[in-house]
């Protein structure tokens, strides 16, 4: 027999001296390597490898034209130029790393800010994990993870999940000393830190806490677990592959032209002296580094920074639309989702449970009812704000208590004064739970309370005062008003009766008192996000242990059910569901929109026989229960104030538990996805050019149409910024309109690919033919075009050459605009919320005119200060690229 003790707690001067002699509750995470170490860490990647190589040869080549040829020291300034780029490109990818680690380190803090309930100052309260101190009394509920190491002081059916420590997914606590366990891993009274709650309830005085618990014991810091392979991580990968093969090739035949070419031009008989060899061994260097650099500039390495950048980005503003995603790969599939299987109360419902009728039969007294609402429950009040009291624990539970405290009845002191012989608590297969006390109401007399589902409750009673056919009539009123109902029984026991028996009802006499309707009105929000979710494409399924008639009268209410158009061959009930073939379930499961009644193997069910259709779902959870269905899931979604169990089982917990914000995060999904095929489309276009370009000028002659140092400042546009650029674009709810797409197509579309191949091969065709042109004329400034004069092939200037390079830059410089608006029906100068874009552009400009006009970048990159007029000629005509782009814009959408 146990009896209810009353718990004072800790006072505030208790906690802050608790806290200052042993600690905070948190794991110090283990040291990582010193930041210098972890800068060294980059230049182990290949490319930069290749690029270290191609530097050693640009100073075998300068060495050799400096003391060889007597040139002056200027022939230094490109290997600096390649040793710059490589600092500036290992730099770079170094400072984003650890700006992509900070935003991720809010995963490792989410387990510290989740609510524990306490008892502090003698009142129940909700404080944060990490506040957690020794002596703390802890209130422990089904679904719930120990915050510390703590000590039982009760217990009621508690069984705990201690595999995080030992690997045992079930064990049984107690407080009673016949029921130890010696041979356990933990003493049998102590629950600790990190291990779940499976099954009871039970209330503990912490003993350790942080470091000093076992889980600090064995601590390893958690770290962002990205070895998950997506349809796009597959893709991107395959995708590199590809491109890096082809820039082999690309690669080779740059070296066999350069080579051919350079035969054509000295002829066939100059080895004949060491004087003569030394220049071809210089030139095949020089071959191989433009060949080597090339590699690195068609290689897609920003790629992998691209997708980095958008899912640190999309996690950060995320978490602004209470979307806090736990697990990286779930930002990109909620772009794919196809069926939303969602629970309904405080998801679809707002939460706030209230009684809004008691219908009672019978002549049982007004004190029996308070005690049973009182002493049959696992809720509690929290009391610190007098004005506004907060439920804690179960919200029906705690509507009940609410109305008793609404009648002046002060539930504490009930509990407190009973004595618990036995109890059962609450699951979703029971549908009910019980409590057998020693009654204060009746005198010592002995009362097993019982409260669930209506028609569970009812079914238990063989005392009545009311018929079946009542019952049922009352309970369809309620529910079409879409109510939540609990039933109640009592039965009166004499000594020697036996009322529960292995967690059941034996009790044959329960008289059943009567109904609560309980009201939980439906979220403003939350019809107008359903119909978001139906025009992209997306079906909503309400998945709810409620009964069919409150969950249809839900989906009404929130434009899911229709009268006219959806038929019982679109509800069923979990009993229904689990009879079901699997043949019959697949014939039927895309005209279903509820299923009431649903116990938690039919939720699971549903999501794995949904992904054999090859649908992409998300599910949404709060329970214990739901967490099969939500590791099944494609993306799982938690609710914010859902246990631990389904939080961890998750990828996504959604802070304010309302269903507008998982349109929110379908609409970062698909605009990530977007982002990543903006960055692929520039990115692939620039490669298009660069690499015929380099290709053709190899077979018209020695000279390239573009240094290595010049490449390596593409590269840098083309990788560094425009992942930067294009990773950190907002979302756009015009992605809202399309429908998902195929997960597995490929990320290159269709009109991308034409993109690619259409504006790359203009792009390449142009320079080619202005490479032509200063082959053979002489232009000093661009309107020598206007009267031009070709004859025979002469040499390149190094003014044409900077003529080339800044047109080359300057075009993809205003295509960065056209591929950051590609498929948004938006116009390319829409820049609110592209402040990171903008500064991204500039940046580039005002880099590209640095270093075309100051002396000391123009030796690094072989290039001439340009004149005025030829700078605002490429500007403009430029910027055609843009012009041409917005004109068709603004015809195609009219």
């Known amino acids: 027999m146990e009896q209810k003790h009353h718990y004072t707690g800790l006072t505030d001067a208790e906690v802050l001296e608790s806290r200052r002699k042993n600690g905070a509750n948190v794991l110090t995470p283990p040291e990582k390597d010193p930041l210098w170490k972890q800068f060294l860490e980059k230049f182990g990647d290949p490319l930069i490898i290749i690029l270290m190589i191609a530097g050693a040869l640009s100073i075998g080549i300068s060495c050799y034209e400096f003391f060889g040829l007597g040139q002056d020291a200027a022939v230094f300034f490109e290997p600096v130029g390649i040793f710059v780029a490589i600092l500036l490109a290992t730099g770079l990818a170094f400072y984003f790393e650890l700006q992509a680690d900070k935003e991720f380190t809010i995963l490792n803090q989410v387990n510290d800010d989740e609510p524990v309930e306490v008892i502090r100052n003698g009142n129940s309260t909700q404080i944060s994990r990490k506040d957690i101190v020794v002596g703390d009394i802890v209130i422990l509920n089904t679904g719930e993870e120990i915050p510390a190491d703590s000590e039982l002081l009760e217990a009621t059916s508690l069984h705990m999940d201690e595999s995080t420590l030992t690997g045992e997914p079930m064990c049984s606590k107690s407080v009673d000393e016949q029921d130890f366990d010696k041979?356990?891993?933990?003493?049998?009274?102590?629950?600790?830190?990190?291990?779940?709650?499976?099954?009871?309830?039970?209330?503990?005085?912490?003993?350790?806490?942080?470091?000093?618990?076992?889980?600090?014991?064995?601590?390893?810091?958690?770290?962002?677990?990205?070895?998950?392979?997506?349809?796009?991580?597959?893709?991107?990968?395959?995708?590199?592959?590809?491109?890096?093969?082809?820039?082999?090739?690309?690669?080779?035949?740059?070296?066999?032209?350069?080579?051919?070419?350079?035969?054509?031009?000295?002829?066939t008989d100059c080895f004949g002296s060491m004087e003569q060899v030394a220049p071809f061994i210089a030139y095949v260097l020089q071959t191989l580094m433009i060949a080597v650099t090339l590699v690195v500039v068609a290689v897609p390495e920003g790629l992998p920074m691209a997708v980095t950048l958008s899912l640190a980005y999309s996690m950060r503003r995320m978490i602004k639309t209470n979307n806090l995603v736990r697990k990286m790969h779930a930002c990109e599939t909620m772009g794919a989702t196809t069926i939303i299987c969602t629970d309904k109360t405080g998801t679809l419902t707002q939460n706030l449970m209230s009684v809004d009728e008691m219908k009672m039969y019978g002549d049982t007294s007004k004190e029996i009812i308070d005690e049973g609402i009182a002493v049959n429950s696992t809720a509690s009040i929290d009391f610190s704000d007098k004005s506004k009291p907060q439920i804690l624990g179960n919200p029906t539970e705690g509507a009940l208590l609410l109305c008793l405290n609404n009648k002046g009845v002060d539930y504490r002191s009930i509990r407190e004064n009973v004595k618990t012989v036995a109890e059962v608590p609450f699951s979703t297969e029971r549908k009910y739970m019980a409590t057998f006390v020693e009654s204060v109401a009746l005198k010592g007399k002995k009362v097993l309370y019982v409260k669930g589902a209506p028609e569970i409750v009812f079914g238990l009673c063989k005392e009545t005062s009311v018929s079946k056919e009542d019952v049922e009539k009352q309970l369809t009123e309620y529910q079409d008003r879409a109510m939540r109902t609990l039933g109640f029984a009592y039965q009166i026991l004499n000594d020697g009766d036996k009322a529960i028996v292995d967690n059941k009802i034996v009790a044959d006499k329960l008289c059943f008192i009567g109904v609560a309707a309980i009201a939980d009105p439906v979220r403003l929000d939350v019809p107008s996000a359903v119909k978001e979710c139906a025009d992209a494409g997306i079906s909503v399924k309400i998945v709810t242990g409620d009964t069919p008639g409150t969950a249809k009268e839900i989906a009404r209410q929130i434009g899911l059910w229709n009268d006219e158009k959806d038929t019982e061959r679109s509800i069923i009930t979990g009993p229904e569901f689990a009879a079901l073939s699997d043949e019959e379930l697949q014939k039927r499961i895309l005209d279903l929109k509820i299923i009431s009644r649903a116990r938690p193997m039919d939720k699971k069910r549903l999501v794995e026989t949904l992904q054999k259709m090859n649908q992409v779902v998300a599910v949404t959870g709060d329970g214990t229960n739901d967490a099969p269905a939500l590791r099944a899931a494609h993306v799982g979604l938690s609710m914010g104030d859902g246990t631990s169990v389904a939080k961890e089982a998750s990828d996504i917990t959604i802070i304010d538990n309302s269903f507008s914000s998982i349109g929110k995060a379908v609409m970062w999904g698909r605009s990530l996805y977007q982002n990543i095929q903006r960055f692929l489309l520039f990115q692939l276009t620039v490669n298009v050019t660069a690499c015929f370009l380099v290709l053709c000028g190899a077979f018209m002659g020695t000279e390239s149409p573009l240094t290595v140092t010049q490449m390596l400042w593409i590269n840098l546009i083309m990788d560094t910024f425009a992942a930067m650029a294009l990773a950190s674009l907002p979302p756009s709810e015009g992605v809202m309109k399309d429908k998902p797409r195929d997960r597995n197509a490929f990320i290159l579309n269709k009109p991308m690919l034409r993109e690619i191949i259409g504006v790359g091969g203009f792009f390449f065709l142009m320079l080619l033919g202005m490479l032509y042109i200063f082959q053979h004329a002489e232009v000093n400034q661009l309107t020598d075009l206007l009267h031009l004069q070709l004859g025979a092939k002469g040499h390149v200037s190094t003014y044409e050459l900077t003529l080339l390079f800044t047109i080359f830059v300057m075009t993809h410089f205003f295509y960065l605009f056209n591929a950051r608006a590609f498929e948004t029906g938006r116009s390319a100068l829409h820049f609110k919320g592209c402040k990171g874009l903008l500064i991204i552009v500039t940046i580039i400009l005002v880099g590209q005119i640095a270093m075309v006009e100051l002396p000391g970048l123009q030796q690094f990159f072989n290039v001439e200060g340009l004149k005025p007029i030829d700078w605002i000629i490429i500007i403009i005509s430029s910027s055609f690229v843009l012009w041409v782009r917005e004109i068709w814009h603004l015809l195609t959408k009219k």
């Open 183 to 267: 041979a356990a891993t933990y003493p049998t009274n102590q629950v600790m830190k990190g291990t779940k709650v499976m099954e009871g309830h039970g209330i503990c005085r912490v003993l350790a806490v942080g470091d000093k618990t076992e889980q600090g014991k064995v601590f390893e810091a958690v770290q962002i677990d990205d070895s998950v392979k997506t349809p796009l991580n597959e893709q991107l990968d395959g995708l590199s592959e590809w491109i890096t093969k082809v820039s082999y090739g690309f690669a080779a035949l740059i070296i066999v032209g350069r080579i051919i070419m350079y035969f054509v031009t000295n002829g």
